[in-house]
């Protein structure tokens, strides 16, 4: 498939699913318990939802004005499977899954770190030390400004904080 149809397909999907989570799932999931509050815990999500779908479609624009040839888009041939691409896409959605579903239980701290950890390791960096440098800092930070600067509680799992 060509790299352009790629990035159109994925820039389309990345637009369908943000309208998705932007009007059904956040409203379902996120309920606020104060409405008086200034920032509602609905805001972030609302915020990282319509950034990735402005970025979705701004890559399906790019891509489009990028194509000499606008009539690939509708040939069977400019959609066929590569199944080492898929299955390795499907590793990855495996791993987050995998990752939210022991955050509550292991803890936000040590599931980022073993999940950034793993990812740099499956993306090709094969430097143990970076990658676990990398791996303590990026959840240090994350974990500092959800906590302190958002005041998001996160789960703790087997750390006593």
């Known amino acids: 498939m060509d790299k352009k149809v790629i ?3 994925y820039g389309v999907v990345a637009v369908f699913f943000s309208l998705f989570m932007l009007f059904y799932l956040i409203p379902t999931q996120i309920v606020s318990r104060r409405m008086t509050q200034a920032i509602e815990a609905r805001m972030f999500p609302q915020f ?3 950034v990735m779908a ?3 479609l701004a890559l399906v624009l790019v891509r489009l004005k990028g194509l000499p040839d606008k009539t690939i888009l509708f040939r069977k041939e400019s959609y066929s499977v590569e199944w080492k691409i898929m299955l390795r896409q499907l590793i990855f ?3 987050m899954v995998a990752y939210i579903s022991l955050l509550p ?4 701290i040590i599931m980022t770190i073993v999940f950034v950890y793993g990812m740099l390791f499956y993306f090709g960096s094969l430097a143990p030390i970076k990658n676990i440098v990398i791996s303590v800092i990026f959840s240090s930070v994350a974990y500092w400004i959800f906590a302190s600067l958002f005041r998001v509680r996160l789960p703790s799992g087997w750390l006593p904080f």
Do not use: L, W
């Open 105 to 108: 239980v292991v803890g936000f």
């Open 93 to 95: 959605v495996v791993a």
């Open 54 to 56: 402005a970025a979705g």
């Open 7 to 9: 990035d159109i397909v």
């Open 48 to 50: 990282a939802v319509m």
